[in-house]
């Protein structure tokens, strides 16, 4: 079994629900923000991926400052759920990362993915310097003249903001929750068509 570890200071600002700047206080480390539907599934897919060191749910991209669960569902403030990933890029580039962004989730969906429909779902890459923001639109440019979906990909690219983590229920959610219904009925089948196995 896996053990991801979370930055001390991450988890101090995650149980005050303080908001989490994009700095890279760790050296050799690097962090991505990726926004694919529900932060749970994303969640569940990327602490599988190699090179990845901690994933912490949240919500990014919102004219609110220290927004609720309640309030983002709501559809009100503009934030999106969001998963932030530290890496280690000697172990997975950026790209490989946006490479299981993009089989994470339908990127032809604008603000729905699955059941889950409104903005605060939507399919977004928030870069943190300009070397992840040309990566990610050469790799949603690639992926949209592959054809590998019959829809044009719509997945939005924007500047990283801050980053507000979710209270400690939404944290590590399918692994403390495998049994629950959405876990079972969502999640489950998604890693199952991944090939990841928890």
Same mark, same amino acid.
């Given at each position: 079994?896996?053990?991801?570890?979370?930055?001390?200071?991450?988890? =101090?600002?995650?149980?005050?629900?303080?908001?989490?700047? /994009?700095?890279?206080?760790?050296?050799?480390?690097?962090?991505?923000?990726?926004?694919?539907?529900?932060?749970?599934?994303?969640?569940?897919?990327?602490?599988?991926?190699?090179?990845?060191?901690?994933?912490?749910?949240?919500?990014?991209?919102?004219?609110?400052?220290?927004?609720?669960?309640?309030?983002?569902?709501?559809?009100? @403030?503009?934030?999106?759920?969001?998963?932030?990933?530290?890496?280690?890029?000697?172990?997975?580039?950026?790209?490989?990362?946006?490479?299981?962004?993009?089989?994470?989730?339908?990127? @032809?969906?604008?603000?729905?993915?699955?059941?889950?429909?409104?903005?605060?779902?939507?399919?977004?890459?928030?870069?943190?310097?300009? =070397?992840?923001?040309?990566? =990610?639109?050469?790799?949603?440019?690639?992926?949209?003249?592959?054809?590998?979906?019959?829809?044009?990909?719509?997945?939005?690219?924007?500047?990283?903001?801050?980053?507000?983590? =979710?209270?400690?229920? /939404?944290?590590?959610?399918?692994?403390?929750?495998?049994?629950?219904?959405?876990?079972?009925?969502?999640?489950?089948?998604?890693?199952?068509?991944?090939?990841?196995?928890?």
């Amino acid at each position: 079994m896996k053990l991801w570890i979370v930055p001390a200071l991450l988890l =101090a600002a995650v149980a005050k629900g303080e908001p989490v700047m /994009h700095e890279n206080p760790q050296e050799n480390t690097a962090i991505a923000t990726f926004g694919g539907g529900c932060y749970w599934c994303m969640e569940a897919v990327f602490q599988q991926a190699p090179g990845v060191l901690s994933v912490v749910s949240g919500f990014m991209g919102g004219t609110v400052r220290n927004p609720t669960y309640e309030q983002v569902c709501a559809g009100g @403030t503009g934030h999106a759920e969001v998963i932030q990933v530290r890496y280690d890029p000697a172990r997975v580039s950026y790209e490989q990362l946006l490479e299981w962004f993009w089989k994470a989730h339908d990127p @032809t969906q604008r603000n729905r993915q699955g059941n889950d429909v409104g903005t605060q779902y939507r399919s977004v890459i928030f870069y943190h310097d300009e =070397a992840q923001r040309q990566a =990610a639109e050469a790799s949603r440019a690639a992926l949209d003249q592959s054809k590998v979906f019959a829809r044009p990909v719509v997945t939005e690219i924007a500047a990283a903001a801050e980053f507000y983590p =979710a209270g400690k229920y /939404h944290q590590d959610y399918y692994r403390r929750n495998p049994s629950q219904p959405y876990c079972q009925f969502v999640i489950r089948p998604k890693l199952n068509k991944l090939g990841l196995k928890e």
